[in-house]
């Protein structure tokens, strides 16, 4: 039998309307989530690992890279801190509809 990877089934998904315009809804909360990730791998580091620099459990950083609330500047610069990375804050032009 063959398993079905999740990009496979976000690019199938992504062909419906309505989930493709709750997707967007989403994006920029799951562009932080990956955000969060990408450092924290590059870093080479686990989240209990991120979470003792950061002194906090490493449920908090589960929480935070799952996305779901929006951390505060200074988490995310403790959060950088922490990976080794520096926190950079953009703004950019939305897409015209």
Known sequence: MKRTTV???HKKW???PKYRGEYAVLEEEFS???ALIEARS???LTQEQVAERMRTTQAVIARLEGGGSMPSTRTLERYAKATGT????????RPAA
């Open 42 to 44: 590059r870093a080479g």
């Open 14 to 16: 992504m062909k419906n």
């Open 32 to 34: 932080l989530s990956a």
């Open 86 to 93: 520096r926190l950079k804050i953009s703004f950019e032009p």
């Open 7 to 9: 990009d496979e089934l």
